[in-house]
């Protein structure tokens, strides 16, 4: 079965981390170009990390995030990850991983919850 697997959300309080992992079965993440999306309550999904296919690797950042999140990928357990420090309120969302820069509807699935209290 072909399917993304998100876990890691949680409560945290401001200024904690949390790092979110996207198991991949099915697939070969290293071949495809990967991001990280969030949907905040009432606003639409945002694309908030990439990563590019291959060797290379580049990465890429909205710029809510940019210096407090991290994107990574490790081939061996074809997984993706995302270390999210520094968290803000207004990082409070579902978070999903999916392929980029074509998401695949089947891919979506239910994400998880980020919570960052004040």
């Known amino acids: 079965q072909v399917q993304l697997v998100v876990s890691g959300g949680g409560l945290v309080q401001a200024g904690g981390s949390l790092r979110l992992s996207c198991a991949a079965s099915g697939i070969l993440i290293n071949s495809l170009g990967m991001g990280w999306f969030r949907q905040a309550p009432g606003k639409q999904r945002e694309l908030v990390a990439t990563?590019?296919?291959?060797?290379?690797?580049?990465?890429g950042y909205s710029d809510s995030v940019k210096g407090r999140f991290t994107i990574s990928r490790d081939n061996a357990k074809n997984t993706v990850y995302l270390q999210m420090d520094n968290l803000k309120p207004e990082d409070t969302a579902v978070y999903y991983c999916n392929t980029n820069p074509r998401p695949l509807v089947q891919f979506w699935g239910q994400g998880t919850q980020v919570t960052v209290s004040s």
């Open positions: 990563i590019s296919s291959g060797a290379t690797s580049n990465t």
